[in-house]
């Protein structure tokens, strides 16, 4: 059952079909003191403590909701070393689930890219992909590789109806494995539920057609299904030919079509830690020995029995569509409610989180003074709602040192699942139309510190105006109150 329904009166919302069993409690400070936080964090909402966040839309990563059943296994979970029943559990829910029988723990997602790239990539090597997230790419840049993004040309168009922006364009797949010929290209990398453009889905057609074309040349197919279950959910609810399937079915076939599937636990089961898992005793041979390397021992890779209890649950959980439509339908809601008052957004509604457009909202900032981290900001000071920026900070510098303009500027506000409740998504809405109807006082970013990997999580950066100041005092004067 979908956690949507609809009302006599004829509207459709999002209906909770959990309850709530322990509370955290949280903290709306006043704006004098968001004012301060935005300082001594250098604009990057990164830098943030909770005690100044009053709802926490930074990312979903390891923050869904646990259930009571994910609970009550971790205090079943067996501390052995080794041969821990625990991680047998886990073994077994890899294989129900995901269909894949050998399977290799890591601490989290970027650890299994880290393997993957060491493994099979060489210098020079070029990965095809639907489109990058930020510590896969840094992993492929640290091993001499680069990456080609290959959506379809409109999948950057914030308005669309395209339901599966997510999509690689089959022609240019095709015309980047002949250019830069199949021995350099050690796999194909597909994205599930397209992370930095919004959260956008691929259909299994067009799974289908990358499994054709990697049979074709005889290229590995690599799936990143850290957001598979959401992926899952949208191809039950928009691909025809699979409305009558179950979620089992659905995920089946997505990582059947895949020769190796690797996934960021803190977003796909709601714990922590990670894998990667084959059909292949090849690969997985490959990739065994770098486990007590990098990980831990191959039955916790890094892990603690308890998370991995969790986990097993979690991937059981997945199937379970009352889970997981819980968050496309809180961010169909958040989109759908943005889009009727004309706040730029990004659509169709995605998962993890609503995606406004920074470029559009604060079209009179420049790219260089990245109006995505400043909208961030911006948003903290007037509503203690933290997001994140998702566009040029998050990106690098070309070898000259240049900055590379990231293709969208998005403010992400994640909506992990079964956190927040609708009059808290109703807040953020109200919050953000008062600063869609003040945007012109949003003014840009500038870096002060800016390390040269991942920058976007410690960089600090300092408006380049008293704007911060100004807007406050506005906030101050139409409230009529610090909050
Ligand atoms: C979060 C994420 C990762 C990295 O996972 P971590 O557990 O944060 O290291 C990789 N791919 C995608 C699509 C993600 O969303």
Redesign the pocket.
């Known amino acids: 059952m979908k956690e949507q329904i609809k009302f006599y009166y004829g509207e459709t919302i999002p209906l909770e079909l959990h309850k709530v069993r322990i509370v955290q409690k949280l903290n709306l400070v006043p704006i004098e003191r968001r004012l301060s936080a935005l300082y001594e964090g250098g604009f990057n909402t990164f830098q943030l403590r909770t005690g100044d966040v009053f709802l926490d839309m930074l990312t979903d ?2 923050t869904n909701a646990m259930s009571d059943k994910q609970l009550s296994a971790m205090m079943q979970a067996d501390d052995a070393y080794a041969g821990s029943q625990s991680f047998a559990r886990l073994q077994q829910a890899v294989e129900e689930v995901l269909g894949k029988k050998y399977f290799l723990p890591v601490h ?4 299994a ?1 880290n393997i993957i790239s060491k493994t099979f990539m060489k210098k020079g090597d070029v990965i095809p992909m639907n489109y990058h ?1 930020t ?2 790419l840094a992993h492929i840049l640290e091993n001499g590789g680069r990456i080609e993004e290959l959506l379809h040309d409109d999948a950057l168009q914030i308005k669309s109806d395209n339901p599966f922006k997510g999509n690689i364009d089959i022609d240019k797949l095709i015309a980047c494995i002949e250019k830069h010929g199949k021995e350099n290209i050690p796999f194909i990398r597909m ?3 397209t ?1 930095l453009i919004g959260g956008q889905p691929f259909s299994i057609s067009n799974l289908m057609d990358v499994r054709r074309v990697a049979d074709k040349y005889g290229i590995m197919l690599v799936l ?1 299904a ?2 598979l279950g959401e992926n899952a959910y949208l191809v039950k609810e928009r691909e025809p030919e699979w409305q009558e399937n179950t979620m089992a079915d659905i995920l089946k076939m997505m990582t059947n079509l895949a020769d190796l599937v690797y996934f ?4 796909l089961s709601s714990s922590r830690g ?1 894998g990667i898992c084959t059909n292949r005793r090849d690969l997985y041979g490959k990739m065994e020995a770098m486990i007590p390397l990098y990980e831990g021992f191959l039955t916790y890779g890094g892990m603690s029995v308890r998370e991995i209890e969790a986990m097993a649950v979690g991937l059981h959980e997945t199937l379970d569509e009352t889970m997981i439509s819980q968050s496309p339908a809180f961010i169909e809601y958040f989109v759908n409610q943005l889009e009727a008052l004309n706040i730029p957004v990004v659509t169709p509604a995605g998962v ?1 989180g609503c995606h406004v457009d920074a470029k559009q909202f604060c079209a009179h900032i420049p790219q260089t003074e990245y109006p995505a981290g400043a909208l961030a900001a911006a948003l903290y000071l007037i509503s203690g709602v933290r997001g994140m920026e998702r566009g040029t900070i998050s990106s690098v510098r070309d070898e000259a040192g240049k900055e590379i303009l990231a293709d969208v500027e998005l403010l992400r506000l994640a909506v992990p699942r079964r956190v927040f409740t609708l009059s808290q998504i109703k807040y953020v809405i109200d919050r953000l139309l008062w600063l869609y109807d003040h945007r012109e006082m949003i003014g840009g970013l500038k870096f002060v510190y800016e390390p040269p990997v991942l920058r976007f999580f410690m960089g600090k950066l300092a408006p380049v105006s008293d704007w911060p100041e100004k807007m406050m005092a506005k906030f101050r004067k139409d409230f009529g109150q610090s909050l």
Do not use: H, M, V
Not at 108 to 111: H, I, K, L, S
Not at 264 to 267: D, I, L
């Open positions: 990563s390891g989290q997602g970027r650890a890219e997230f510590t896969a994205e599930a539920s992370n990143d850290s957001l960021s636990a803190r977003k990670g993890l």
